[in-house]
């Protein structure tokens, strides 16, 4: 068999854009980030992106297509990027057009958690399924779906945002209006704020200074129950949103990543717990969870490969 | 243009097995219900089936295939049920093969939900949408989903129970120990006992022989404030599970059927208001929200139109 094909896959992010060069599931090169903020302009910063992939095709003249995945809304067809979560002025920018124009090479464009999903379900904890759930828990609470072997991006291709489901219909409003988002109560900030609360109810100020996610799990692993308590509880909420998705869409594995889910057996031993007490069998039989086979590097990865089965590479 | 082909629709509840003779959206011809809970068998009640279509096959001799809604899971590809809701020794029989045999002609076996929501997508209020969310709203609360043109049915063709989603990780505990289920707060049971509950409370005894759907349809319509009171709060938690299937699958369109669909504007306002005011712009432009065009004869006319299409006829 021949060498699998190279592609560029950008992963912008409200803080940086990463550009790496991928072949397969690896990223065998990388460029500097670009610093998100320091643009004004969508134009300003397409320029530069264009700038650092050319850059990258000196070292690699066999990059076959380029894949970007993005923090916010994408026409995936169109490759029109409608609006972008926390970086300001990406109104209805026509980001494939102006990409393919300058590079010459097929562009693809698509959500960041698409991208994620993307990656997992072709190369990574959720290889050939027909039917996936993928979720990644960080900042936000973002998600892809995968039904009948086909990315589900619904009407405006804007499906999968599981964060901004609700668990609560009395629950805390949302950024949306939204009542109960999972993101609201799992978020990282949330799981801080919420932990911070449960530490001073406790009467217990020793944590308070740092009760992120990685705090919380070093806690947790030394015994500290309110620690332990947060866990049970995060994996409590995620069980509700991700049966959710299981009544709904039957799913034959879910895939957990992003940095929440380092926390490992602190969150998935519960979240299993209980997700499985409330299904019934068809939805639990044989269900796969999953932690996600790529770390930051799933977004480069996914947007690569969606690039060039796009193309037809 | 040659006239639409003839087939038999079966709605198999858990009451009794409605059979009907099916032309596109209508049923021109019905057979005697069978009373489902006077067989103790499977074979029994399959011999009355056999023989009722075998019947109606006498006055309509092109009919070209027969498909059967069953409530509860059914293996679409094998036709194999696997149990029904509540309808006792329906574990692993293999239906489809055994009909087919029998009569010799193509058989078609799906979920029930999916034969109302296959009807409403081909025939119905959600016709030619490729991303359409269905619910049927009765003593249960089904649904069924179509994403990217096709349907839905998930590795195991259980798909689609919008109505065991939970709108509270700590609500009321389920039938399968889901906390928070949809179905047990606007099932037609649920509706009723919470309505008596809301009476009570204020000190009111009129109302409380007949809190149904309909009559509290009813009493809302005369200007009843607990019975207003009771329909927003239907609105509302619908609106809860119907807006988290929108963030997951950003349909084109949702339909909404069954008896308690039937009070009209009443839950339409109240949830369409809900719904809307907790979505943002991608899920909620161009929504559209309506009612369902089949009644009754939804679950005949989708089980027949399913065993054509899937025949190629």
Redesign the interface.
Known sequence: MSEKPLAIGIDFGGTSVKTGVVRGHEIIDQAPPIATQDFDSPGELMQTMIRTVEDLRVRHGSVRAVGIGMPG?VDFEKGVV?GLTNVRGWENVPLREELQAKLGLPVAADNDANCMAYAEWKLGAGKGR??LVCVALGTGVG?G?I??G?M???????????G???????GRKGH?????ALEDYIGNREIARDAIAAYEAAGITKHIEDCSPAALAEAAKLGDKIALGCWDGIG??LA?AM???C??????AIVIGGGVARAGDLLFTPFREHLL???????K??LAILPAAFGHEAGTVGAAALALDEAGL
């Open positions: 809304f409608f027909r039917h998600g779906i039904a009948n086909q589900l991006r619904g009407a405006k291709f804007a499906a999968g945002e599981i901004q489901s609700s668990i609560d219909y009395q949306y209006g939204n009542l109960g409590r909420m509700t049966m959710n998705t009544w709904l869409l039957n799913p034959e007490r409330q299904l019934s069998g068809p939805f039989d044989d």
